[in-house]
């Protein structure tokens, strides 16, 4: 039997019983590694029109014939299932071989498989759609291999295998020389190996770096790693899993006291990443003085496992219940915010007893707009402002739109960038960008018991005031806070109303 085995993480090589198969043509390489990647019968017509765009239909089939008697003519026999209507292919590939090894474990292995990033040195610039599939590939794959690190190095330490994470970490550093994350990453591991030298090597490398390529200065806390007396303080909580259906959620406690509070994410998260901008982790701090806060990173986001699927507000209502378990939380003040409070209604709804309370910031009940919905984006509209923020992702991606108070901050601007990186990938990001066009739960609306109070600042950009209006009018008993202010992200711009009002809502509880 014949057994393929093909490496995308790198130039594409392409192999049958061991043997190198060499490919005189870029798109008959181009069309092993769609089919591959598929996993599924594809339709010819799919195939045609992704490889010879500019062909018209007859002749763009007549080339997918010729590039598939190519393709068996180079390895000797037929590799691909062919009908009349689709192709197929079964065969070992690494890029899967490394995703699953991301979900399963062990992650040791995981980054040995990634060799180097998706498809390095191969390109089709006359087909658009293929470039792009390929884009959105390497991103999502590089993100898995950042995450993969980022658990192996805080694994090494904990397990008492210091160096082995100061290999991880290195690799971390080289792969975003940009990140200060990364670099506090080696720091940590150097610190932990016992070579204080080294450590302080690199904080004066990043600083360089830093200000060189950015032009501004490092956080403290990266700087303060230097100084023992303050490495026991600027610890983040230890970030744990718990798992749902086969499917990993990372999560944090912090603080402590009688109150539990659990913050449900926007979009975007990342449990590790958001302590490193000074002003959301003092807000992060103030909240846990009110009481217990559980954080966590929702299905496909952060430190959770990618799950290849659109999620929905149930899955997020099944997230919050598993971390809540996890955390040994019996009741619990529930945020919302933004995108994440749809899911926070779903939760309020099938459980009440483990509510004392509803908190929903900056949020909306329906992703787009409707006739009887005119609170939000059309699908036109939403479609432009999606292909926008995937466009700019890897940089500061609409900053503006979220927080436009700190639209000149630089320092802001490289924090939100490496956390957009980290936590996702631009084609991860788009589906579920998708789902939350589609989300609706005003049907659910009547049926939350719980009491609620809804915040919205008056000027946000990215979710109409009206909409949080709308929430507090169809929620019974529900009461609205108007907050000044243009920022949709709660850490920005005057946060004391906001912490005043949460604090007053907590204490009647």
């Known amino acids: 039997m014949e057994r393929l085995e093909f490496q995308f993480l790198g130039f594409p090589e392409f ?14 390489a181009a069309l092993l590694i769609y089919l591959a990647e598929a996993g599924r019968p594809v339709a010819r017509e799919v195939a045609a ?8 239909e007859e002749a763009a089939r007549a080339r997918l014939r010729r590039t598939l008697y190519k393709i068996r003519i180079a390895f000797g026999n037929e590799v691909i299932t062919a009908t009349g209507a689709s192709l197929g292919l079964s065969v070992e590939v690494d890029s899967q071989a490394f995703e699953h090894a991301c979900n399963v474990g062990p992650l040791d292995a995981a980054v040995d498989i990634y060799k180097g990033d998706y498809l390095a040195g191969f390109s089709l610039p006359d087909c658009p759609e293929f470039e792009e599939w390929v884009f959105f590939r390497r991103e999502a794959l590089r993100s898995r291999l950042v995450q993969a690190l980022e658990r192996l190095v805080e694994a090494k330490i904990a397990g008492g295998e210091p160096r082995a994470g100061v290999v991880h970490a290195t690799r971390l550093a080289e792969l975003d020389p940009l990140s200060e994350s990364a670099h506090r990453h080696l720091i940590r591991a150097h610190l932990a190996a016992g070579d204080r030298a080294a450590a302080e090597r690199q904080i004066e490398a990043c600083v360089r770096l830093l200000r060189e390529e950015l032009g501004v200065a490092p956080d403290p806390t990266t700087l303060a790693l230097g100084e023992p007396t303050k490495l026991a303080t600027l610890d983040v909580p230890r970030t744990r899993y718990v798992e749902v259906d086969g499917i990993h959620i990372a999560f944090q406690i912090a603080g402590s006291g009688p109150l539990d509070i659990v913050l449900v994410p926007g979009f975007i998260s990342h449990v590790e990443r958001v302590w490193e901008d000074r002003s959301c982790r003092a807000w992060i701090s103030a909240v846990s003085r009110l009481g217990r806060l559980i954080l966590f990173d929702r299905r496909g986001m952060g430190l959770s496992d990618r799950v290849g699927a659109r999620p929905t507000v149930e899955a997020t209502a099944q997230d919050i219940l598993a971390v809540m378990n996890a955390a040994g939380s019996r009741r619990a003040l529930l945020i919302g915010a933004s995108e994440g409070g749809p899911g926070c209604i779903r939760f309020a709804v099938d459980h009440p007893d483990r509510l004392s309370g509803l908190v929903l910031w900056g949020s909306l009940a329906k992703g787009s707009h409707a006739p009887d919905y005119p609170l939000a984006l059309t699908v036109a509209q939403y479609e432009l402002w999606t292909q926008r923020l995937i466009a700019g992702w890897g940089g500061p991606a609409e900053i503006g739109t979220f927080a436009p108070s700190l639209a000149g901050d630089r320092q802001a601007q490289n924090w939100w960038a490496g956390l957009l990186r980290a936590a996702s990938s631009p084609g991860a990001v788009a589906g579920l960008l998708e789902a939350l066009r589609d989300t609706d739960v005003r049907h659910l609306l009547a049926k939350v018991s719980a009491r609620t109070m809804v915040l919205h600042r008056s000027g946000d950009r990215a979710v109409r005031v009206e909409a949080g209006r709308f929430l507090a009018a169809q929620i019974p008993g529900a009461r609205f806070i108007e907050v000044d ?10 946060q004391q109303k906001l912490l005043d009002s949460i604090s007053a809502f907590a204490r009647r509880g």
């Open 15 to 28: 192999r049958q019983n061991g043997k190198r198969v060499e490919l005189g043509l870029r798109k008959a």
């Open 49 to 56: 029109t992704l490889l010879w765009p500019e062909t018209d």
């Open 485 to 494: 202010g243009d920022d949709h992200w709660f850490w920005v711009g005057d």
